[in-house]
């Protein structure tokens, strides 16, 4: 993403952030997804289409390189659907929990905008359960939550105990 972009993300997630902050809910809680876009993997029928040449040698006049073709196994930096496709990946993999995880589910797939999360709870302990359930949840598909952070410092410290990695950490 350039900069323009990366802003404008920046302005959205802080816009919506400020508003769930605000809400009725008594615990809030807001996380983000280490590196999301690169856990995105590439079909391998998809790795013909995303590929570049490389030569180890510097072209010469009168020599014809050796060229490489390296294909890219995850989506690159600079696709337009890269949001679209973190979503429907980050959906697939929620989905599977709906049983077994229902209301973290639900705050995952209702609250998670690109690689954040922000969500509320009435109740610390349901606040500390759905953050468990959530982080374990993304876990699974591979990905690490990360940069826990809560309006409640007794949250914020059963984090800890537990292995959260928070905005200071």
């Known amino acids: 993403m350039d900069d323009a972009a990366t802003a404008e993300v920046t ?5 919506l952030a400020s508003r769930i902050w605000r ?32 030569t180890r040698s510097n072209p010469r006049v009168g020599k014809r390189p050796v060229l490489e073709v390296y294909r890219c196994n995850r989506v690159i930096f600079g696709v337009n659907a890269r949001p679209f496709l973190l979503t429907a990946t980050a959906e697939h993999h929620i989905g599977k929990y709906m049983e077994d995880y229902p209301m973290a589910v639900q705050h995952l797939d209702s609250f998670i905008y690109v690689d954040g999360w922000i969500t509320g ?8 359960l759905i953050s468990r359930c959530a982080k374990n949840i993304i876990k699974e598909a591979g990905m690490v939550m990360r940069k826990w952070i809560s309006n409640d410092s007794t949250l914020i410290s059963q984090w800890n105990g537990r292995r959260f990695r928070h905005l200071s950490s």
């Open 23 to 54: 809400s009725a809910n008594q615990f809030q809680i807001k996380s983000n997804n280490r590196q999301a876009f690169l856990q995105i993997c590439l079909a391998g029928k998809h790795k013909d289409v995303v590929w570049f040449l490389w």
């Open 11 to 15: 302005d959205i997630e802080a816009d």
């Open 121 to 128: 709870q009435d109740t610390r302990e349901e606040a500390l």
